[in-house]
């Protein structure tokens, strides 16, 4: 493998919207850090994971991934 020619592969946290949690790795480096059983590490969150979609769990959950309704309303002028 050529040295500089892939990105760093390192540990990060996903969390999605419902505060689950899961340890893995990626070449994705974000800013943002959590605490993840007693360490620092950096986290990239998600809207949904296996932890809360519907499929896996067999339960129904409502998940607002920062009102899309309402984006969707103010982009095409349709609030009131």
Do not use: C, W
Request: proline content about 5%; cysteine-free; hydrophobic content about 30%.
């Amino acid at each position: 493998m050529k040295k500089g020619l892939h990105p760093e592969y390192n540990v990060v946290v996903f969390e999605d919207m419902a505060g689950n949690q899961f340890l893995t790795r990626s070449t994705k480096m974000p800013k943002e850090t959590t605490m993840y059983e007693g360490q620092e590490y950096p986290v990239i969150k998600v809207a949904v994971s296996s932890a809360s979609h519907p499929f896996y769990t067999g339960e129904m959950r409502f998940v607002d991934t920062a009102g899309r309704v309402d984006k969707f309303n103010k982009r095409y002028n349709l609030g009131k």
